[in-house]
């Protein structure tokens, strides 16, 4: 299972971003009920999980993130969306996609920048 994450960018304090984890080569049936999960690396730190949402919607989030992210599915697009909103300066990080526990293919991510 390949996941490929998107949709980042630079934006101000306060504003908010969209991402997208698609997987193009992974089939319906066996991204259906995968785990996947929204992880974060800046600089200098260790990657962490931020959301993770199962096959049957079930969510989770770090307490750093609760309540300003929003991490969602729709399997018929065999996509995984974080909805990140009141965004700050600590946000600033790369984003991946992986399933949860994750596995060892993550991608290059999705930059995001937080700065006035």
């Known amino acids: 299972v390949q996941l490929q994450a998107s949709g980042g960018g630079s934006v101000q304090p306060g504003g908010s971003l969209r991402l997208s984890c698609a997987a193009p080569?992974?089939?319906?049936?066996?991204?259906?009920?995968?785990?996947v999960g929204w992880y974060r690396q800046a600089p200098g730190s260790q990657r962490e999980l931020l959301a993770s949402?199962?096959?049957?919607?079930?969510?989770n989030y770090a307490d750093s993130v609760k309540g300003r992210f929003t991490i969602s599915r729709d399997n018929s697009r065999k996509t995984v969306r974080l909805q990140m909103n009141s965004l700050k300066p600590e946000d600033t990080a790369t984003y991946y996609c992986?399933?949860?526990?994750?596995?060892?293919?993550w991608g290059q991510g999705t930059q995001v920048t937080v700065s006035s």
């Open positions: 949402i199962t096959g049957g919607g079930d969510t």
């Open positions: 992986n399933t949860n526990p994750a596995r060892e293919y």
């Open positions: 080569r992974t089939i319906f049936s066996v991204f259906r009920p995968l785990t």
